[in-house]
T-cell receptor, first 114, second 112 residues
Framework: GNSVTQMEGPVTLSEEAFLTINCTYT??????LFWYVQYPGEGLQLLLK?????DKGSNKGFEATYRKETTSFHLEKGSVQVSDSAVYFC?????????????FGTGTRLTIIP | GAGVSQSPSNKVTEKGKDVELRCDPI?????LYWYRQRLGQGLEFLIY????????KSGLPSDRFSAERTGESVSTLTIQRTQQEDSAVYLC??????????FGDGTRLSIL
């Protein structure tokens, strides 16, 4: 079946540091890949997505590239801010982007210190 | 409202009691999903409704769990004879055809 494995947290970084949160997946066919974010006290929000190999999703300075050869979708940001402190979830949908259930990783808690 | 609305936001109940959780999706969203997040774990899919099609119940963990949705409106997730392992945050999401899933703030369920 489908599965997502992401970097275990918690991750603590200083402001302006470079961020990478690793995510790898197992899926048949050609899944669509997502990063969701949950800020303290808020609901889960879509951060970015990619629907085919070599696509790069980006939003709020974050980027992730769909790498089919390594089955990865690592999240990166060049200079993190305190406001980026949150829990980040990598997820996939089987097949093309559409009405399908999401398979999530366990989440990575990120804390940015000033 | 503008977003997915879930109620109650918190529910504390005794083991063995039944509970009902409610989800009000975004207007016009034909698909509705229920997920569960237990402490320290990722989100687990429970059930998925798409319009008037038969729901995908493949994620329901036992026959104590059931869900209903009438048309494209409100959904109710019912847990009968609750157990302590049912303690979790229950999240609802909705989407348009081909669109992103939008999540509610969840119901935090605690079984004493």
């Amino acid at each position: 079946g489908n599965s997502v494995t992401q970097m275990e947290g918690p991750v603590t970084l200083s402001e302006e540091a470079f961020l990478t949160i690793n995510c790898t997946y197992t899926a048949t066919g050609y899944p669509s890949l997502f990063w969701y974010v949950q800020y303290p006290g808020e609901g889960l929000q879509l951060l970015l997505k990619a629907t085919k190999a070599d696509d790069k999703g980006s939003n709020k300075g974050f980027e992730a590239t769909y790498r089919k050869e390594t089955t990865s979708f690592h999240l990166e940001k060049g200079s993190v801010q305190v406001s980026d402190s949150a829990v980040y979830f990598c997820a996939l949908i089987r097949g093309a982007f559409g009405n399908e259930k999401l398979t999530f990783g366990t989440g990575t808690r990120l804390t940015i210190i000033p | 409202g503008a977003g997915v609305s879930q109620s109650p936001s918190n529910k504390v109940t005794e083991k063995g009691k039944d509970v009902e959780l409610r989800c009000d999706p975004i207007s016009g969203h034909t698909a509705l999903y229920w997920y569960r997040q237990r402490l320290g774990q990722g989100l687990e899919f429970l059930i998925y409704f798409q319009g008037n099609s038969a729901p995908d119940k493949s994620g329901l963990p036992s026959d104590r769990f059931s869900a209903e949705r009438t048309g494209e409106s409100v959904s109710t997730l019912t847990i009968q004879r609750t157990q302590q392992e049912d303690s979790a945050v229950y999240l609802c999401a909705s989407s348009r055809p081909g669109g992103s899933q939008h999540f509610g703030d969840g119901t935090r369920l605690s079984i004493l």
